[in-house]
């Protein structure tokens, strides 16, 4: 029981941490829409609808968003709802993670590398959040795991599962989930004892074959049955997934990006330790220890190489980088301490690294109090690891020094849980400036009062130009505004013959936006066309039901 008591302890000490002040968390507008939406229709969930009408998409495939949206369904639309999922997958991944070192590297490298996860500063501040790297992170684990299983089993089914859940975690965030599988191929093939290429094509075509399942779904479904396709000019799916989520994004500034005092806080804080891990892992162990050193290594390799190609505009991508860090940190300190007789320098060098890389880390300083404690005990662990000749003196010197490795990255998870209620939601990193919950202002809520008592009968509300309009009436109110755009505003939806229709057909009377001239999308000309043919009611309002175009 004892045994069970310590991983639940872990798993309850990040529960704790993640969930605390979901109920005040601000909900991220534009995500909230689509769950909401989402929520109120089948249809709508299956396609990922912004707007309740289910009239365009989000702008990416909407697997990531099911369990927020399963979750409203159940529970009603509140903050705390919307959070939930999140929460319990970030604690799974703490769990997952936990089980998958332990296997490889024994019980107490489980334990270190859960505790490491749970105190990762910025997958505390995914949890609570609606961004979906918290489920991508806990898919590819749970990949991770499949993959182990079949290297050490040597069997085919845990090879093809892991085809599946990285198939399963393209639903959640498209190519990104791709990224891992050069990792496991390589690996693979280096430690797969036989049989390795037809294995890895069976499983890549299970992995293909799953990460198509909504696509197809998407292809086969006529146009005039489903959603128009967010961010595309075509409304295909093809163009969303690997255009505008993909090729569009091909222009990284490069891997120093991660060292930046942005982004380096939010994972970086043991990197020393799991590099050094890296290096005497597959320098001193063979066989199936080796095999997560190989493993973790190129995972953390490879994913640090597609951050410095891609477009790395928010910091929370690294989270994907945690469970490397968090694994190739347990492991690695079990694996020092258990050579301390023969390298004795390993453990103190492991230490004295990382709280000397927390000290100069780019980073604003949450507690400044942190770095000189966490220097003191490493000093003080170092010494008692070098010299003590007692046993049990040995010991606490470890756990003196794991104490000052932990003490920042555990600073900085805590400081995600202060001013909960005015966390960035729209980019949620620890240390991030705060900001004030962008909900219904009082001129939106004095409108839509004002259009519920003057329009009835009609499909939508109103049409606003662009997602960014809509995205706080109909997260906060599940008001039918029709988003004229979609997210970047520059989406053909809905192109202008389709516009008068709406209108001529009774589905739309009121039309909000900005004249622009010349017009710049379609949005903007379909604005203008309200403009030249509606009267205006209210500032920047057009009633389109009163003088019909003929």
């Known amino acids: 029981m004892i045994r069970h008591l310590r991983p639940t302890a872990v798993g309850l000490l990040a529960a704790v941490i993640y969930a605390w002040g979901i109920a005040v968390h601000p909900v991220h507008n534009y995500y909230a829409s689509a769950v909401r939406s989402m929520a109120g229709s089948w249809e709508g969930f299956l396609f990922g609808a912004f707007d309740p009408e289910g009239s365009i998409t989000l702008d990416k495939i909407p697997g990531g968003f099911w369990p927020q949206a399963l979750s409203v369904r159940i529970f009603g639309f509140h903050d705390w709802s919307v959070a939930l999922p999140g929460v319990i997958e970030a604690v799974l991944t703490v769990l997952v993670l936990y089980r998958v070192v332990t296997r490889w590297a024994g019980e107490t490298a489980g334990l270190l590398a859960a505790l490491a996860m749970a105190l990762t500063p910025v997958a505390a501040a995914l949890a609570k959040s609606q961004i979906v790297d918290t489920p991508l992170t806990l898919l590819l684990v749970l990949a991770a795991g499949a993959w182990q299983r079949a290297v050490f089993e040597d069997r085919l089914r845990p090879l093809l599962a892991c085809g599946v859940w990285v198939g399963v975690a393209f639903q959640v965030k498209m190519l990104q989930a791709w990224v891992v599988l050069p990792a496991f191929v390589v690996a693979y093939l ?17 992995c293909l074959a799953v990460s198509s399942t909504w696509l197809l779904i998407a292809l086969a479904t006529p146009a005039g049955s489903r959603p128009y396709f967010d961010a595309t000019a075509d409304n295909n799916p093809l163009s969303m997934v690997f255009g505008y989520n993909a090729a569009s994004r091909l222009h990284g500034k490069g891997f120093l990006a991660l060292f930046t005092s942005r982004t380096a806080p939010q994972v970086g804080w043991l990197l020393p330790v799991c590099l050094l891990a890296i290096v005497l892992g597959l320098l001193w162990t063979r066989g199936r220890m080796r095999s997560g050193f190989v493993l973790w290594g190129l995972w953390l390799a490879i ?34 301490w258990r050579a301390r007789e023969r390298h004795r320098w390993a453990l103190p060098t492991a230490i ?7 000290v100069v880390l780019p980073a604003r300083s949450i507690l400044p109090q942190i770095a000189p404690l966490a220097a003191v005990l490493a000093v003080f662990g170092v010494l008692a690891l070098l010299a003590a000749k007692d046993p049990r003196l040995v010991t606490v010197g470890g756990v003196v020094g794991l104490v000052a490795m932990l003490m ?3 600073a900085w998870t805590l400081s995600t849980d202060a001013k909960v209620a005015t ?18 202002s009082t001129k939106d809520a004095e409108l839509l009062d004002w259009l519920r008592v003057n329009n009835s009968g009609t499909r939508y509300l109103m049409a606003v130009d662009g997602a960014g309009s809509a995205a706080a009436i109909i997260a906060h109110t599940g008001a039918s505004i029709l988003p004229m755009g979609g997210f970047t505003g520059r989406t053909p939806f809905p192109t202008t013959a389709q516009f008068v229709d709406l209108i001529r057909s009774g589905a739309l009377r009121y039309v909000k936006g900005e004249v622009r001239n010349p017009a710049r ?12 043919h ?3 009611v209210r500032d920047h309002l057009y009633d389109c039901g009163v003088t019909r175009p003929g």
Not at 322 to 336: D, K, M, S
Not at 352 to 358: F, G, K, Q, R, Y
Not at 423 to 440: F, I, M, T
């Open 352 to 358: 004295l690294l990382t709280v000397a890389w927390a």
């Open 190 to 206: 280096i430690l797969a004892p036989v049989r390795r290429w037809p294995r890895l094509l069976a499983a890549g075509a299970v």
């Open 423 to 440: 966390a960035d939601a729209a980019s949620p990193a620890a240390g991030a400036p705060h900001r004030k919950p962008s909900g219904v």
């Open 534 to 536: 509606c009267p205006q």
């Open 521 to 532: 999308t379609v949005a903007d000309a379909n604005v203008n066309w309200a403009a030249e």
């Open 303 to 336: 994913h640090v190489a597609a951050f410095g190609l891609g477009d790395f505009r928010h910091s929370y991508y690294v989270v994907v980088l945690a469970p490397a860090v968090a694994a190739l940190t347990g492991a690695g300190l079990v694996l020092f």
């Open 408 to 410: 920042t990255p555990a």
